[in-house]
């Protein structure tokens, strides 16, 4: 399923459920908020998000702890804090070594996801085959895949 589908998949339930979504996001460098922004009635329902390239912000804005930012922490960190600043009811983290180079000690193509709710926060490593910008676009579809499920059906 496309990037696009998925997102207006994610605003229709949000919208359904009345739901409110946001991101924190390092590997994917804004393109995770770009894709959920372009959605169908996005303001009502997309609460924004961080963009946390450098460790520095991670650290700094996401109280991820010191250490890898490759990791389940980093990973849970982020979907908690970004959940609690912007409000949002549902949140999701994608923090990974895209490639060519390892990152933090992890391969190519290792990525770490985080959905967090009010109720609970759960995590998920994924190795994604292929260069750079193949796993950047696994990594964008899961995300969105991982959001659209934790959202209810009704």
């Not at 994917?28 to 996005?42: E, F």
């Amino acid at each position: 399923m496309g990037i696009s589908n998925l997102a207006e998949q994610i605003a229709a339930a949000a919208q359904r459920t009345g739901r409110t979504v946001a991101v924190a996001e390092s590997l994917t460098a804004g393109r995770l908020a770009a894709a959920l922004g372009a959605a169908p009635d996005a303001g009502s329902w997309f609460q924004g998000g961080v963009v946390a390239y450098s460790r520095f912000v991670k650290h700094r804005v996401l109280d991820v702890p010191e250490g890898p930012v490759v990791s389940q922490v980093a990973a849970e960190s982020m979907a908690r804090t970004v959940r609690k600043l912007t409000g949002a009811t549902i949140a999701c983290a994608v923090t990974g070594a895209g490639g060519p180079d390892p990152q933090d000690d992890q391969p190519p193509g290792t990525v770490w996801f985080a959905v967090s709710t009010e109720d609970s926060t759960a995590t998920e490593r994924r190795h994604f085959p292929g260069d750079p910008a193949a796993v950047l676009e696994q990594t964008i579809s899961h995300a969105l895949e991982l959001v659209l499920d934790a959202l209810p059906a009704r």
